[in-house]
Nanobody, 122 residues
């Protein structure tokens, strides 16, 4: 199995910055792509950013030029650097990954973390 654990959430003022991290752990697994989603109460889950093992990235229009996703393949970790935060960025940020593990016969599978809360408020 693969476990994803996010960290780095908290309270930040509008215009401020914060850095989230997500670590994938387990045994006998390979991660091909990782990304970030967010969900606010009463809202649909929203794509934020994604990264592949080869360095390709993509962003939602709402965060483009403000957020940066990065990846450390050796540590099976991704980061989300969030700058110029706005109140509308307030949400639970969820880490997601596409990978394969021995426990599932190396079939491609989606994995999700439990989320870390980011609140943007003055």
């Amino acid at each position: 199995q693969v476990q994803l654990v996010e960290s780095g959430g908290g309270l930040v003022q509008p215009g401020g910055s914060r850095r989230l991290s997500c670590v994938a752990s387990g045994s006998n697994f390979t991660i091909y792509g990782m990304g970030w989603y967010r969900q606010a109460p009463g809202k649909e889950r929203e794509f934020v950013a994604s990264s592949t093992s080869l360095g390709g990235t993509e962003y939602a229009d709402s965060v483009k030029d403000r957020f940066t996703i990065s990846r450390d393949n050796a540590k099976n970790t991704i980061y989300l650097q969030m700058n110029k935060l706005k109140p509308e960025d307030t949400a639970a940020y969820l880490c997601a990954a596409k990978g394969a593990a021995l426990s599932t016969g190396w079939a491609l599978h989606d994995y999700w973390g439990q989320g870390t809360q980011v609140t943007v408020s003055s």
